[in-house]
C-alpha cells in the first residue's frame, strides 16, 4: 500500500511561499490526494478483490461471464426492494425477472468508470492551481528576496528592504489585474465543486444530491423498517443476463446473480466526498463573497491588515490603503503573509511615511482616498 502512494508525496509538499489562502489550497492539495488516493484504491485489487463474482453454470465459463457482466452491465429489480430479504426475495434488488416487466429495472454500469471519474475530478480541482500559478509568475518569490528569514547582515536587509520598496512605489495601484485574476481562480474553485456535485448526479442517475441526506435519516430512523440507501445507489448484488447459442443452434438465455464487492469500498468513498464537497462549498461560496466584500469595502481592507499584522501601525494601515487599490492590498496581505514580520513592519512603515509626505499616488478628495478601490 504504501509503494502505491509513494507517488503522490510530491503533491503533500508544503511550500513555504504561500501565494493563496488556506481555502483555495484545500482545493488543490487536499482534495486532489483524496481524489487520487481513492482512484488508486478502487484498481487495487489484491486490497479490494474481484471487482466481480457471477455465480454461473457449468456450461459457462467463470472469466467468460464475469468480463461480459462487468463490460456490460448489471441490473436490478425495484420492485424487489420492497420485499422481505430472506423470504420473498434473497437480498434486496434480486427476484425472478420474468415476472417484473423491463421498466422495473435498474441498470448499473458506472462501476467501470469509477477510477476514471475520480482521476478526472482531481484534474478539475487541480485546474484553478495550475491557471494562478502560471499567472502569479513567481512575484511573491521574487519579492521576498529571503526576507522570511531576517537571518542577514544589516546592510544586505537595508538593501534589499530598499528594493522592495522601490517596487511598491512604483508600481503602485498597477497590481489590480494580477489580484482580479486570483479572484477569478477562488470563483472557479467554487464553481468546480458545484459543477462536479452535478456532474456525480448524473453519474449515479440523479441520486447524488440527495445521498447524503439519504444517508443521515437512515441512521436516524428505525434500520429495521427501512432499506439502506446506499444499496440503491451502491448495490451489492445484481443480475445479469447472458446469451449464448445452446448445442441445438438455439440462443440460450443464463440469468445469473452477481457480487459487487468493490462497491462496499465505493460507497464509502462517495459517502464522504458528499460532505466533503458540501463543506468545501460552504467554505469556497464564504470565500467568494469575503473578496466581494474586500472589493467594495476599503475600511474592511484596513481592518484586516490590522487584524492580521499587529505591528504595523493602525495609521500606516490606512494610508497605504487609501493611497491604493485593492489589487496592492492583496499584494501586500500576502508579502506580510510570507516576509519576517519585523522586515515586514519596517516596509509598511516606510511606505506609509513615503505616501504621506509625497502625493505622486494620492486620489484628490478626502471621500475620494476612502472610497478609491
Known sequence: MLDIFRGLKSLIKISHVHIDTAVFRLHYSFTVILLISFSLIVTTRQYVGNPIDCIHSKDLPEDVLNTYCWIHSTYTITAAYRK?????????GVDNSKSHPEAERKEYRYYQWVCFMLFLQAILFYTPRWLWKGWEGGKI???????DIGLCSEVEKKQKKKMLLDYLWENLRFHNWWAYRYYLCEVLALLNVV????????????????????????????QEDRVDPMIYVFPRMTKCTFYKYGVSGEVERHDAVCILPLNVVNEKIYVFLWFWFLFLGVLSFITVLYRIVIIFSPRTRVYLLRLRFRLVRKEAVETIVRRSKVGDWFLLYMLGENLDTVIYRDVMHE???????????????IKGELQEA
Open 84 to 92: 422481505r430479504e430472506g423470504f420473498e426475495v434473497p437480498f434486496p
Open 141 to 147: 518569490h521574487a519579492l521576498m528576496m529571503d526576507l
Open 195 to 222: 459543477g462536479q456535485m452535478f456532474l456525480m448526479n448524473r453519474f449515479f442517475d440523479g441520486a447524488f444530491l440527495t445521498f447524503g441526506i439519504d444517508v443521515l435519516r437512515f441512521l436516524e430512523s428505525d
Open 351 to 365: 511606505l506609509a511615511n513615503k505616501l504621506a509626505s509625497r502625493h505622486h499616488h494620492s486620489v484628490p478628495g
